[in-house]
């Protein structure tokens, strides 16, 4: 058999069903992300619900990050050794245990478990866009790989309209109900569906990179996300980054040594890779400027000048095009990927994303402008989530490709860390009191800061992009890439 062709057909035959694969890949990644905005509405509620402090219940929303940073890119690397459909069925019955366990009991300690378990879930989201190009035929990767990566964006924007609307209707049991559901369906559809890859690549697996990872991950993750309430040059806040710093370079170290490292650094260092991740870490960001800084702007009160007086439901709802146009810009996505290659493709998603951004500096002064510009930086986020993986793919060995997508949705997942600390700092930063009533909130300037910071990000990511090698002088190492692993 030829080069060419080797690379081109898929390893499984499964032509016959490949749409029915993509719906239950794009359905399951779909309910896995809705994890992350799942308690959003309910979030000032959750002291009182599960009877602790504010501070307690903060680690509900930000150990589903963790769990989710965490199982990225160990996810992928089982997947490479043992196979991708075993990995999807098994994170499928973690996000159904955890939602359990959350849904029965009502103590902060189960939920909070409850919560760890649907974060390591969403391991199943690289696994899951890797198999694609074993799945499906040629002519439909492009297609696919952008239906399946919009989901990521889609699950958090549809779930802010979702849990609040649940939360409204019923309790706050109902939500972890619903995703109990989804993940029982998830199960059935993923063992019933999917079939069996025949890439595996036996391999001792890397417990101590794992472990190492792990720790490093969540010591920067939790200092970054506590750092507006410890103080940013608190002994805690500075201490535990630091090592979180310290303990990732030992296992960088380590890494290069390994036989099997669980993450190769050399394949992640070359220049291909390496741009498109640092793309999908401002990329991430910006996505995550618009989840934050949107729905406190049509949140604030009326007797503010720039409030504009939305209740938790009506912003849910004004957010929910957001999400519908990320999932519709899926065809474009694929277009774009087939005639210019990814490059462009993940370039021109950067820069709608701060198209957006910027249009939010001229129109945020009334719900339907707002969801205009939501719309228009989530339809770049869409693009741009799909041409990530098709990068990645392209340039990397098949014995890596879970892993190596798994790597590429952390550096998305640590963008959105951090543009939510920094967008916190720069709302912080310049509050007026409310009229009549108590508190404080952003003033416009503050908000308008924001959307500038979201922007510059986001165009950076799109500049950088334009580094990235053509593909054309990149196929023949991709085909030897297919060929040799």
């Known amino acids: ?56 219940t903060a680690w509900i929303v930000t150990a589903t990050l963790l769990g989710g940073a965490i199982a990225m890119p160990v996810a992928g690397r089982l997947a490479d050794i043992h196979g991708k459909k075993a990995l999807l069925v098994i994170s499928s019955m973690i996000l159904l245990v955890g939602s359990l366990l959350a849904a029965l009991f009502g103590s902060f300690l189960v939920v909070l478990i409850g919560r760890i378990l649907q974060g390591l879930a969403m391991g199943y989201i690289p696994v899951a866009i890797s198999l694609v190009q074993e799945a499906v035929p040629p002519r439909m990767v492009n297609s696919a790989i952008a239906t399946v990566s919009a989901t990521l964006g889609v699950g958090g924007a549809l779930g802010l309209p979702l849990a609040a609307w649940v939360f409204e209707v019923f309790d706050w049991h109902a939500l972890f109900w619903v995703s109990a559901i989804l993940a029982a369906v998830m199960l059935v559809l993923s063992a019933a569906v999917l079939p069996r890859s025949t890439l595996k690549h036996p391999a001792p697996f890397d417990y101590a990179g794992a472990f190492g990872l792990s720790a490093a991950l969540v010591a920067i993750l939790v200092g970054v996300t506590k750092g507006n309430d410890w103080g940013w040059m608190s002994v805690p806040t500075v201490g535990i980054i630091v090592g979180g710093i310290i303990i990732l370079a030992l296992w960088g170290r380590y890494e290069l040594k390994h036989a099997a490292p669980l993450v190769d650094l050399r394949t992640t260092a070359k220049l291909p890779i390496l741009l498109t991740n640092i793309a999908a870490l ?47 810009f899926s065809p474009i996505s694929s277009m774009l990927l087939t005639r210019f290659g990814g490059r462009i493709t993940l370039a021109i998603g950067a820069m709608g994303v701060g198209l957006g951004y910027l249009l939010a500096v001229f129109m945020s002064d009334a719900p339907w402008k707002l969801m205009f510009v939501a719309s228009v930086a989530s339809a770049g986020v869409g693009v741009g989530y799909a041409a990530m993986p098709t990068l ?51 003033t416009r300037n503050a908000f308008l800061l924001a959307f500038a910071i979201g922007a510059a990000a986001a165009f950076l990511g799109g500049v950088l992009t334009l580094f990235i090698p053509r593909e054309g002088r990149q196929q023949p190492h991709v085909l030897e890439c297919v060929n040799g692993s």
Do not use: C, Y
Not at 285 to 298: H, K
Not at 409 to 416: D, H, K, P
């Open 392 to 442: 990645i793919l392209r340039h990397v060995p098949r014995k890596e490709a879970a892993s190596s997508v798994g790597v590429n949705a952390l550096m998305r997942s640590m963008g959105t860390t951090i543009s939510g600390a920094v967008m916190a700092i720069v709302l912080v930063s310049s509050t007026m009191p409310v009229p009549g009533g108590e508190g404080q909130v952003p």
């Open 1 to 56: 058999m030829s080069h060419a062709s080797s690379a081109q057909e898929p390893p499984i035959d499964s032509r016959s069903r490949p749409w029915l694969i993509v719906f239950v890949l794009g359905f399951s990644s779909l309910s896995a992300s809705l994890m992350q905005s799942l308690v959003i509405p309910i979030q000032s509620d959750l002291p009182a619900l599960l009877h602790t402090s504010a501070s307690n």
């Open 282 to 328: 401002l990329v991430g960001f910006g996505m995550m400027t618009e989840s934050i800084v949107i729905p406190q702007l049509l949140q604030a009160p009326t007797s503010v000048p720039h409030g504009l007086g939305q209740s938790v439901m009506a912003t849910g709802l004004w957010m929910a095009p957001a999400g519908f146009a990320m999932l519709a």
